[in-house]
């Protein structure tokens, strides 16, 4: 009795975490993390306007008021998001390994010459990652949608992962943050 009680309870979990994985690959989820003071106010106004403008891409915050490197150690791994916006420090550390996509091909670097810097590149069939330089990150402080939610922190970076489900929704959402 116990052993059916238990495989139901298991049956039961597997399915939920199923189901709530679903729709992820259908939007954008940008996750966000702030060491300093945070304004979930004026994260919410982006969102607002987010969804407003572009309710094709579906994009939603993952905001986590409390930094923790375990925490984005997760939200990088498995955490099913398109986008990081994170303390530059931060993206800079995990970027070593590859961890974002190269924004040459969508932005200017000379729009925004805080988010060129050196990182992990990964090239195709190789598992090491080549450190190159490139724009890896848009400033947050530079980005519009910010700007206009008065919601500006310094030194933090927007990336899209190499892991994001589909890549080029993350590049239009981060356009439309960057560009209002």
Same mark, same amino acid.
């Given at each position: +009795? ?8 298991? @049956? @039961? %979990? #597997? ?6 994985? &679903? ?22 106004? %982006? ?28 939200? /990088? ?7 990081? %916006? ?12 590859? #961890? =974002? ?10 729009? /925004?010459?805080?988010?060129? !810097? ?15 330089? =490139? ?7 530079? +980005?519009?949608? !910010?700007?206009?939610?008065? /919601? ?6 927007? &990336?899209?992962?190499?892991? #994001? ?12 943050? #960057?560009?209002?």
């Amino acid at each position: +009795m116990k052993r059916k009680k238990a495989g139901i309870w298991l @049956l @039961l %979990i #597997a399915t939920i975490m199923l189901l709530a994985g &679903c729709g992820k690959e259908d939007g954008v989820l940008i996750f966000m993390s702030d060491k300093g003071s945070s304004s979930r106010e004026g994260i919410d106004v %982006i969102q607002e306007k987010l969804t407003a403008e572009t309710p094709d891409l579906k994009a939603e915050f993952n905001y986590s008021p409390l930094f923790d490197l375990q925490k984005v150690l997760v939200e /990088y791994a498995a955490g099913g998001n398109s986008i990081v %916006i994170l303390p530059r420090e931060t993206v800079e550390l995990y970027g070593k390994d590859g #961890a =974002h996509i190269v924004l040459d091909d969508y932005f200017d670097q000379t729009d /925004y010459p805080d988010g060129v !810097f050196e990182s992990g590149v990964l090239k195709d069939g190789e598992k090491d990652a080549v450190q190159e330089k =490139h724009l890896f990150g848009i400033p947050v402080k530079d +980005m519009k949608m !910010f700007q206009d939610a008065g /919601y500006v922190p310094e030194d933090m970076l927007a &990336c899209v992962l190499v892991n #994001a489900p589909n890549k080029d929704a993350a590049v239009k959402v981060l356009q439309k943050l #960057a560009e209002g």
